[in-house]
Antibody, heavy 119, light 109 residues
């Protein structure tokens, strides 16, 4: 069974940093492109970042230069290092999987971890 | 950047009725559009991919259609568990970037 479990969320002050983790199981993690998608309270979905199986990395304009995505295939994990956090980064952060190379959608999502940026 | 616009923002229907949700893209996305369902406190769930393919385990009452810039999600006969928020999503080829519509809330009338 495919499982994605996010962790690392919490309360952080503006300007602070946080590292999120996504632990994957039930599939050969190293073969899959992975993503972070966030959802501010009461709002819609916003794609944040993607990392391909071969290590190519992409960011949305809203986080470029502040967030860094990485993965550890040996540990079946993906990470999101978030720096210079702002109030508008407050959201539930989901990790999500691309089902195959050249797919244009996400087939499995984790349950999310809440990041709150507030003084 | 491709912008997705969903309509209506809210749809009020009764169980057993037919629901038609729309998603319009600012430029052609071919057939590469997906639909997700999200219930309160839950992660989104994939319903439809590549415009018209039902994801694994999705009931046949859900169907998707369209290509280019205009897409439709149809729920043929609403069940109580179908009342939720629905999002469409597409991915730009280069640079790879995903965008979502703003969502349609399907509520019980």
């Amino acid at each position: 069974e495919v499982q994605l479990v996010e962790s690392g969320g919490g309360l952080v002050k503006p300007g602070g940093s946080l590292r999120l983790s996504c632990a994957a199981s039930g599939f050969n993690f190293s073969n899959y492109n992975m993503n972070w998608v966030r959802q501010a309270p009461g709002k819609g979905l916003e794609w944040v970042s993607a990392i391909s199986s071969s290590g190519y990395i992409y960011y949305s304009d809203s986080v470029k230069g502040r967030f860094t995505v990485s993965r550890d295939n040996a540990d079946n994990s993906m990470f999101l290092h978030m720096n210079s956090l702002r109030d508008d980064d407050t959201a539930i952060y989901y990790c999500a999987r691309d089902p195959w190379v050249a797919a244009h959608f996400f087939d499995f999502w984790g349950q999310g971890t809440l990041v709150t940026v507030s003084s | 950047e491709t912008v997705l616009t969903q309509s209506p923002a809210t749809l009020s229907l009764s169980p057993g009725e037919r629901a038609t949700l729309s998603c319009r893209a600012s430029q052609s996305v071919g057939i590469y559009l997906a639909w997700y369902q999200q219930k309160p406190g839950q992660a989104p769930r994939l319903l439809i991919y590549d415009a018209s393919n039902r994801a694994t385990g999705i009931p046949a009452r859900f169907s998707g259609s369209g290509s280019g810039t205009d897409f439709t999600l149809t729920i043929s006969s609403l069940e109580p568990e179908d009342f939720a928020v629905y999002y469409c999503q597409q991915r730009d080829n280069w640079p790879p970037k995903d965008t979502f519509g703003q969502g349609t809330k399907l509520e019980i009338k």
